[in-house]
């Protein structure tokens, strides 16, 4: 998959509001493969709403969005599942983590479909965020910036061609915050990847190729 | 793949509740048992009872006109009326006597003293005998001739006439083992044959022949087509129909043999064995409410789970897997085990059945295992088709 386009999209919501002022919202716009996006938003603009709405997570929404050309309104639930397992990456706003798992088992039922990364990357990878004590703690046990870290290795953890990430970053300090920089970069240029970031204010400091606000 | 079920069953497990499957497992296993253990007893009990002959109960009766005048020839059916009676729904199959119509005499040496007398043969058509036996056919050229008699005429003369003449009782096998010399004679032409009895019926009171015997013998020594028959053996699916009956009535056909005490205890039979299903089935209905309801319960309680799961690109069957290797190794271990209790049961009653028949009855859960086989199968796929409905209806919330 290498464009995502959008075509007079808006949020059911936000459908009879007038005079919106936004770069995506009721107008034409295409994410393309290999580049980098920042999204930038107020709370409440429908910034995890755009996320869901690529994410086939919901539909309610004016508008055609095309991946390819072709209208994700007419994917099933399978052809879901393989995008999420090859196409798009995502970092969620709140995580969806499995609480009674342990970090490295919320890594492993992802890894265990996609089999991306081997169990020794997936090690480094939480020592390079600090996080390699925590490896076999429950989740539930971990503050939100470290389940925050393992969510994003989760999310490298399979091939992608878009990665999608709800404010990644708002609960790190800026040293976690470059560290993860570095990893999504690193990655992102392995797979040709576009990154396609939102904000309510912190973000990744990374020259983006484009800043648009919702 | 079997190490990412664990991890989903490790995720999915929690709030499946160990109280609900086991009334489950209880009721079912009940209603399983209950059902198998009817149609398994109804399958062993039935050959005692009508000879295994036809799966489905069905049973015989011989038909004549009523005599109404001594002394007439009795009155033969047509084939009106063999094709009224055969258009009847009750009625399976229709069968004519065919009697002889040559001279036979029959001698048999016993006890040094040769006894003989005049013998007539009828047949019927082989698909009415009850009696199974290999030799039962002949050819032309051949001198040997099948013979069946009825068990009755056994009875008689061993409770009757050997008591009274100072004559010893004889048993089944004694008489197939006896030759019968038949002197048989019509028109211009006498040859003897060497009858055998073969078997013993209980169901068609004349003493029979292969019906190839008498139609070529007719035809041979009397030099007649066989006549129109005069008693005519249907085979009905149920002989107390009140649709026969005033069928009789009106034609004034008189029954020869009324339906016989086992056909009536077949019947009653049929009905305990019913009541008995129903109750299984009732039994098995429960269960099954109980699972669905605890299936439905269990994924809803788990559904953020399985949302995120389907979410993070688990698919539908993927997450469905570990609910459905759940309700495959419950529903299998009830079959095991009811299955197993069967086969107890039934090295029980068998000995007591095999007491009362007379003569060994092996014993096999075939029927339990074949219903068992369906029934379990039924049960997974209705499980199954619930537990897909409801995580379809989980994931279309997303589309």
Redesign the interface.
């Not at chain 1, 994410?55 to 539909?59: D, K, L, N, S, V």
């Not at chain 1, 994917?75 to 399978?78: L, M, N, R, V, Y």
């Given at each position: 998959m290498d464009k995502i386009q959008l075509y007079n999209v808006v949020p059911e919501i936000f459908a009879h509001r007038e005079n919106l002022d936004s770069d995506i919202w009721h107008k034409e716009f295409c994410f393309e493969q290999g580049r980098s996006y920042l999204i930038k938003a107020a709370s409440g603009t429908g910034k995890s709403s755009l996320c869901s709405y690529l994410?086939?997570?919901?539909?309610d929404y004016r508008g055609n969005i095309l991946f390819n050309d072709e209208n994700i309104a007419t994917?099933?639930?399978?052809r879901?599942?393989e995008i999420?397992?090859r196409e798009i990456s995502?970092l969620?706003q709140d995580l969806?983590l499995?609480g009674?798992?342990t970090a490295l088992?919320n890594i492993?039922?992802?890894n265990?479909?996609?089999h991306h990364k081997s169990i020794k990357d997936v090690e480094s990878l939480f020592e390079e965020l600090g996080i390699g004590d925590k490896i076999h703690s429950r989740i539930d046990r971990m503050s939100f910036g470290q389940q925050q870290r393992v969510a994003f290795i989760?999310a490298l953890c399979?091939p992608c061609s878009f990665f999608l990430l709800d404010e990644p970053i708002s609960h790190l300090d800026d040293k976690n915050s470059d560290t993860m920089r570095d990893i999504l970069l690193r990655e992102s240029k392995q797979l040709g990847a576009a990154i396609i970031a939102t904000s309510i204010g912190k973000h990744m400091n990374i020259e983006y190729d484009l800043c648009l606000n919702l | 793949m079997p190490k990412s079920i664990i991890l989903i069953w490790q995720l999915l497990r929690k709030h499946i509740s160990i109280f609900e499957l086991a009334i489950f497992f209880v009721a079912n296993l009940i209603g399983m048992t209950v059902i198998l253990s009817g149609v398994q007893l109804y399958s062993d009990i039935k050959p005692i009872l009508m000879g295994d002959k036809s799966l489905i109960g069905s049973d015989y009766l011989v038909i004549t006109h009523r005599v109404e005048r001594v002394g007439l020839n009795s009155k033969s059916f047509s084939n009106e009326e063999i094709e009224a009676l055969q258009q009847m729904e009750c009625v399976k199959s229709v069968g004519g006597f065919v009697a002889s119509q040559f001279e036979v005499d029959g001698s048999i040496m016993f006890n040094g003293r040769k006894l003989s007398t005049m013998l007539f043969f009828e047949s019927v058509p082989d698909e009415f005998i009850d009696v199974e036996v290999d030799t039962w056919h002949f050819e032309e050229g051949d001198t040997t001739i099948p013979i069946i008699l009825p068990r009755n005429y056994l009875n008689l003369y061993n409770f009757g006439f050997s008591n009274t003449q100072n004559l010893p009782q004889i048993t089944e096998d004694m008489i197939k083992s006896v030759t019968l010399g038949l002197h048989i004679s019509g028109g211009s032409r006498a040859d003897n044959y060497n009858g055998y009895i073969v078997g013993f019926s209980d169901r068609i009171n004349t003493i029979l022949v292969p019906y190839s015997f008498i139609s070529w013998a007719n035809s041979h020594y009397a030099n007649v087509e066989s006549k129109a028959p005069t008693r005519l053996i249907l085979e009905v699916s149920n002989p107390s129909e009140p649709m026969l009956t005033s069928h009789f009535k009106e034609h004034n056909y008189e029954l020869e043999n009324k339906p016989s005490e086992s056909s009536k205890a077949l019947f009653i039979l049929k009905v305990c064995i019913a009541i008995i299903i129903c109750i299984g089935v009732i039994f098995c209905a429960l269960s099954l409410i109980i699972l669905t309801l605890s299936i439905y319960l269990l994924l809803q309680k788990n559904v953020d789970k399985l949302e995120n799961l389907m979410l993070i690109g688990y698919t539908p069957k993927r997450v469905a897997m570990p609910y459905k290797v759940m309700t495959l190794i419950l529903n299998l271990s009830i079959f095991a085990i009811s299955l197993l209790l069967i086969y107890i049961a039934e090295g029980y009653y068998m000995g007591y059945l095999s007491n009362i028949a007379g003569y060994t009855l092996s014993s096999s859960p075939t029927t339990a295992i074949v219903t068992g086989v369906i029934f379990t199968a039924l049960v997974v796929a209705f499980n199954f088709y619930i537990i897909n409905r409801k995580i379809k209806d989980i994931s279309s919330k997303h589309d």
């Open positions: 994410y086939g997570q919901r539909g994917f099933d639930i399978d879901w599942c999420r397992q995502v969620f969806k499995f009674e798992l088992e492993e039922i992802k265990n479909i996609t989760r399979q | -």
